[in-house]
């Protein structure tokens, strides 16, 4: 079994940074894409980043490209979202997930493909 812990959410202002840390623990290899999914109140989860074992693949939503970035440490089973220039449309629980196995880049964002779940961390951009 694998347990995740998400950690850095809060609250900032518009244009503001948030960096987000997700360790993984338990039966974890380090074979696995990690991705960052976000649910705001009364929307459906949607796929924010992802990230493959390597981490030299990564993919991400168009509303945050250029503004998000993904990236992993193996070494310490952990995968960070550096968020920056914040918007008040990132206001959301942030999740993060684990998906064992090889990189599928037509499915990065499919939350049914990603077994394992953290409790999610939230986070809210005031205008």
């Known amino acids: 079994q694998v347990q995740l812990v998400e950690s850095g959410g809060g609250s900032v202002q518009a244009g503001g940074s948030l960096r987000l840390s997700c360790t993984a623990s338990?039966?974890?290899?380090?074979?696995?894409?990690m991705g960052w999914f976000r649910q705001a109140p009364g929307k459906e989860r949607e796929g924010v980043a992802a990230?493959?074992?390597?981490?030299?693949?990564?993919a991400y939503a168009g509303s945050v490209k250029g503004r998000f970035t993904i990236s992993r440490d193996n070494a310490k089973n952990t995968v960070f979202l550096q968020m920056n220039s914040l918007k008040p449309e990132d206001t959301a629980m942030y999740y993060c997930a684990l998906r064992p196995g090889a990189w599928y880049p037509a499915s990065w964002s499919a939350d049914v493909k990603y077994p394992y779940w953290g409790q999610g961390t939230q986070v809210t951009v005031s205008s």
């Open positions: 990230i493959d074992s390597s981490g030299i693949s990564t």
């Open positions: 338990g039966d974890t290899s380090s074979w696995n894409t």
